[in-house]
């Protein structure tokens, strides 16, 4: 067993929309520096546990610690200033804005300076590789992978020691996949961060990850590494609906 203390730790944590149990009594521990792969079929409860983990839900039942702190129901902006940021599903472009203003929106979170809040959001544009002259665009004016990347920028404005990436792989072609895994890898091992992915692009997730945990229907059916987890037969019947001979 690691002495090392888990960055995160979602204890039992159960919630329910209606009659829908969307997460029932899920655990998961993550220490720092991991690239973690969270993986299911749709509607298995991966983007609601990101949601509680980040205080877009209030779990019915559990409790979250970031660092060993009580972070459960928190607003999200203050579990973001304690150090979580995340990506979105749906890429939420300022459409009106520059890419330079978008991103330093995120580093607003740390400092009431524009020209420090300037200065980061250029370090952070330049470390996941969006050229620079595309910084001036708006956000109206710029690819779906462009987008993938100033979400990810934003989000590394706002200097995160936990990052939560949900499905930034969809909707891309398998060059940008490539590109996009390149920058991940980069941001790990420059900045320190510790990394969560929720994806259904397999080859990426499995790609980047040392250890996957696997959910169906709101609860958690494995974890391991992701050799491990391919060949689990309650992974194979999750997603293919049909036992392994």
């Given at each position: ?10 204890r ?15 655990s998961?521990?993550?220490?720092p520096g991991?690239?973690?792969?969270l ?8 983007t609601?546990l990101?949601?509680?983990?980040t205080?877009?839900?209030?779990p019915d ?9 009580d ?7 203050v579990i973001?200033k304690?150090g979580?940021?995340?990506t979105?599903?749906?890429?939420r ?12 929106t ?20 330049e470390?996941?590789?969006?050229p ?5 665009k ?8 462009e987008?993938k990347?100033?979400?990810?920028a ?29 920058v ?7 900045k320190?961060?510790?990394?969560i992915?929720?994806e259904?692009?397999?080859r990426?997730v499995m ?10 229907e ?6 391991g ?6 060949s689990?037969p ?11 001979v």
């Amino acid at each position: 067993m690691s002495s090392v203390k888990p960055i995160l730790e979602v204890r039992n944590v159960s919630k329910r929309f209606g009659g829908v149990v969307a997460l029932d009594d899920v655990s998961v521990s993550i220490q720092p520096g991991e690239i973690v792969g969270l993986i299911g079929p749709n509607g298995s409860g991966k983007t609601t546990l990101f949601n509680c983990i980040t205080g877009v839900y209030k779990p019915d039942k559990g409790r979250i610690y970031f660092y060993n702190k009580d972070i459960t129901g928190l607003q999200p902006h203050v579990i973001a200033k304690l150090g979580i940021a995340r990506t979105w599903q749906k890429v939420r472009p300022f459409r009106n804005m520059s890419v330079l203003e978008a991103v330093a929106t995120g580093a607003l979170l740390r400092t009431n300076s524009i020209n420090t809040a300037r200065e980061i959001a250029i370090k952070s544009l330049e470390l996941v590789g969006v050229p620079r002259e595309t910084w001036g665009k708006l956000g109206s004016e710029i690819t779906l992978v462009e987008h993938k990347l100033v979400d990810l920028a934003r989000a590394i404005a706002t200097e995160p020691k936990l990052l939560l990436l949900d499905e930034i792989a969809a909707g891309l072609r398998p060059s940008e996949q490539e590109r996009l895994s390149s920058v991940i890898k980069k941001i790990h091992a420059e900045k320190g961060v510790t990394i969560i992915i929720v994806e259904h692009v397999m080859r990426f997730v499995m790609s980047l990850s040392k250890r996957i945990y696997v959910l169906h229907e709101g609860r958690l059916i494995a974890e391991g590494p992701p050799e491990e987890v391919a060949s689990n037969p309650r992974v194979i019947e999750a997603y293919l609906g049909i036992k392994p001979v």
